[in-house]
Nanobody
Framework: VQLVESGGGLVRAGGSLRLRCEAS????????VGWFRQAPGKERVFVAS????????YYADSVKGRFAISRDDARNTVYLQMNSLKPEDTAVYYC?????????????????WGQGTQVTVSS
C-alpha cells in the first residue's frame, strides 16, 4: 500500500489543521493505521492510531483531548484533526499502516509510510 499525506502548513498557536492520508490499493480496512511525528533533531514518535475497520483509537498523552484520528475506508483515507495547536506540535507528520487489527506505539511496528507533511505552529 502507498500512503500520501497532505494538509500540513503554518498555523498560529491555538489554531487547527486537518491532516489527510490517502492510501492506494485494496482492502484498506484490513490495515491498522497510525500517525507519527518527528521534530528536528528528535526521534519519530507516536501521535495516534486506529484499529482496522475503525473502532478503538489510541493517543499519545501529549495530544489527548486535542487531536482526533478517524478513517473512511470507503475512500481509503485517514484523517488527523488537530485542534488547540501548540508550538511544540511543530514537526513533520507521517502516516503509517500495517496489515492486521492493531498497530503499535513504535515506528518499527508499521510496514508502510508516507512521505510526511510539515506542520509549523507559531507562537
Amino acid at each position: 500500500v502507498q500512503l500520501v499525506e497532505s494538509g500540513g502548513g503554518l498555523v498560529r498557536a491555538g489554531g487547527s489543521l486537518r491532516l489527510r492520508c490517502e492510501a492506494s490499493g485494496r482492502a484498506f480496512s484490513s490495515y491498522a493505521v497510525g500517525w507519527f511525528r518527528q521534530a528536528p533533531g528528535k526521534e519519530r514518535v507516536f501521535v495516534a492510531s486506529s484499529r482496522w475497520s475503525g473502532g478503538t483509537t489510541y493517543y499519545a498523552d501529549s495530544v489527548k483531548g486535542r487531536f482526533a484520528i478517524s478513517r473512511d475506508d470507503a475512500r481509503n483515507t485517514v484523517y488527523l484533526q488537530m485542534n488547540s495547536l501548540k508550538p511544540e506540535d511543530t514537526a513533520v507528520y507521517y502516516c503509517a499502516a500495517v496489515m492486521g487489527p492493531v498497530g503499535g506505539y513504535y515506528p518499527r511496528e508499521y510496514d508502510y509510510w508516507g512521505q510526511g507533511t510539515q506542520v509549523t505552529v507559531s507562537s
